[in-house]
């Protein structure tokens, strides 16, 4: 990975990577092991005690293909010149268009964190019987079936910490930050306050929407189980979820995971059974979209929220970030992830019900 993008805005936008910037980088002397370049020099500890390390740890390496991604402007140079400056490897390049669009956008708002098979761990120890209920629904459109189990709360702290808002999708609202929410703030005490399971009660719990789910007690881990659920979205509880992954924030600084002892939450599963077909997609997302709706929720959801993912809004979305640099909050809490890591001010938000009245 080369990177040449320069400390202020107009050269982040107007400087190109030249030729000895991409010569420079030696891909195929480093990968072949070589400490110094052609006249002597060493490479420096990141190449050498990182990088080549990294690549020696591999226990299967011929089975990766190596590619070279160029953080920086190309426009000076073609693709198939840009292979033969690499010495023949593939390139992939992100010129500064594509690194706001598809790098920091996605991490101010908390989706650049993707995948299609999520794991969560069942703790068999309260549990009688089978590890959940199971049950075939029948509807006009998509065959589905709901699993009911409860999982830990630690489980799913640590599961909105890797996605965040990228298992959000469906759902008509983001974080609402602890101290402007009263709902979430009481989510927070019956977890750090009690150390009893009071919490399995007071809370409605957890839908998730799923492509396919199978749960095996079959894990070699006494009184543990497995759900693996693929292409999750998280349509309600998104508040419990996401507060569930502050607290956990705060035991990976501490070390002490102490206050999620013993403590579970309903988790619903909606799975789509059978192939997803393009031509049950519309009917598929359209039974999405009534789950989400249908589903209670402990904040109330006011009519902007529910329009939060209308075409509309999506585009202005993207009109303010691209034209102006500006981050139009069409969900609410979307951009909380940004500014509780300090990314971004509260002066490049755009409010949504501001927008809404002078239109």
Excluded: W
Excluded at 115 to 128: F, H
Excluded at 335 to 355: C, Q, T
């Amino acid at each position: 990975m080369q990177s040449k993008f320069r400390a202020t805005a107009g050269n982040f936008v107007s400087n190109n990577m030249t030729a000895d910037d991409l010569l420079k980088m030696d891909v195929k002397r480093i990968l072949k092991g070589e400490k110094k370049d052609n006249e002597g020099n060493f490479y420096n500890d990141f190449i050498v005690k990182n990088l080549q390390k990294s690549i020696k740890s591999l226990p299967d390496s011929p089975s990766y293909t190596t590619q070279v991604v160029l953080l920086g402007n190309t426009k000076n140079f073609t693709l198939p010149q840009l292979k033969k400056l690499v010495e023949g490897y593939k390139v992939d390049q992100y010129p500064h268009e594509r690194v706001y669009k598809e790098l920091l956008f996605p991490v101010i708002n908390g989706t650049y964190f993707s995948d299609n098979n999520l794991n969560i761990e069942i703790n068999l120890a309260n549990l009688r019987g089978d590890t959940h209920l199971d049950y075939d629904v029948k509807t006009d459109s998509v065959k589905t079936n709901i699993k009911l189990l409860f999982v830990p709360t630690k489980e799913i702290g640590r599961v909105l910490h890797s996605y965040k808002n990228s298992i959000l999708r469906f759902n008509p609202r983001s974080f609402l930050e602890l101290d402007k929410n009263s709902v979430n703030q009481a989510i927070a005490e019956s977890i750090k306050d009690k150390s009893t399971n009071e919490f399995s009660l007071f809370n409605n719990g957890i839908t998730i929407i799923s492509d396919g789910t199978s749960i095996s007690s079959d894990t070699a881990k006494q009184g543990t189980a497995q759900i693996i659920l693929r292409n999750p979205q998280l349509v309600n509880g998104g508040q419990t979820a996401y507060t569930l992954s502050r607290i956990y924030e705060e035991g990976l600084d501490s070390g002490d995971f102490s206050v999620f002892k013993g403590k579970e939450v309903l988790l619903r599963v909606i799975t789509f059974v059978g192939e997803t077909r393009p031509s049950n997609a519309t009917k598929r997302l359209e039974l999405i979209g009534a789950i989400s709706k249908a589903s209670n929720s402990q904040t109330k959801i006011d009519e902007s929220d529910r329009r939060s993912n209308d075409e509309i809004q999506i585009r202005l979305q993207d009109e303010f970030f691209e034209k102006y640099g500006l981050y139009y909050e069409r969900k609410r809490g979307e951009f909380s992830d940004g500014l509780h890591l300090g990314y971004i001010k509260e002066d490049v938000l755009v409010n949504r019900d501001m927008v809404i009245r002078v239109g």
